[in-house]
């Protein structure tokens, strides 16, 4: 069965402290990206990737960081320097086209909570 | 990267009325316009998507319009069922690859 696998569904951690939320396709897929969404909002974007070995920044890259070893997987750390780190993460993928306009695949998203 | 303004925030309709959304945009090199729907909790699913080359698409119950040279679209749900209840977003892919998401639409269909 394809699709993208998010995990943990729920993640609790204390100030301060690192943590990474991982993140898997099994559709082949080139792109993937992380974004955050807060309650009552829209989504906003983290980081992005469309090659292994190579990510770019979106609008609201600090404080995360991540890695593209593998196609498959794109996980992402929310560092200590994450001012206000709880939030509902989801990851995404997509192929990419020569005109720019496949969809994106969302998994079912990790929700953070930062105590 | 260049926000998509999504009207209206919130909108209630009575079952079986329709409910449009607009969105509007400003750069003129985007060319994929995708619409989606986000139950509470729940990932947002694709609902329906556009390119540039059309101005309007249909599926059922729902249809999306663009209008490429006023840089808006619109999503179309008529017939609206208490299931239609949810959060809709429409998007934008810029020239990077990246979807650009407007604020959503919280829609609320009244039985």
């Known amino acids: 069965d394809g699709g993208i696998t998010q995990s943990p569904k729920y993640l609790f951690r204390k100030e301060g402290q690192n943590v990474t939320l991982s993140c898997e396709q099994n559709?082949?897929?080139?792109?993937m990206y992380w974004y955050r969404q807060d309650p009552g909002q829209g989504l906003r974007l983290i980081y992005y990737?469309?090659?292994?070995?190579?990510?770019q920044k979106g609008d609201i890259a600090e404080g995360y960081s991540v890695s593209r070893e593998k196609k498959e997987s794109f996980p992402l750390t929310v560092t200590s320097a994450q001012k206000n780190p709880t939030a509902f993460y989801l990851c995404a993928s997509s192929i990419l086209t020569a005109g720019g306009n496949s969809p994106l695949h969302f998994g079912n998203g990790t929700r953070l909570t930062v105590t | 990267g260049e926000n998509v303004e999504q009207h209206p925030s919130t909108l209630s309709v009575q079952e079986g009325d329709s409910a449009v959304i607009k969105c509007t945009y400003s750069?003129?090199?985007?060319?994929?316009f995708p619409w989606y729907k986000q139950e509470l909790g729940k990932r947002p699913q694709l609902i329906i998507d556009?390119?540039?080359?059309?101005g309007e698409k249909k599926d059922q119950r729902i249809a999306v319009t663009l209008n490429k040279t006023a840089k808006h679209f619109s999503l179309h749900i008529t017939e609206t069922q208490p299931e239609d209840s949810a959060v809709y977003f429409c998007a934008r892919m810029d020239s990077s690859y990246k979807l650009i998401f407007g604020s959503g639409t919280r829609l609320l269909v009244r039985p």
């Open positions: 559709l082949n897929h080139d792109a």
């Open positions: 556009i390119r540039s080359n059309v």
């Open positions: 750069d003129s090199a985007s060319n994929y």
């Open positions: 990737s469309q090659i292994v070995n190579d990510f």
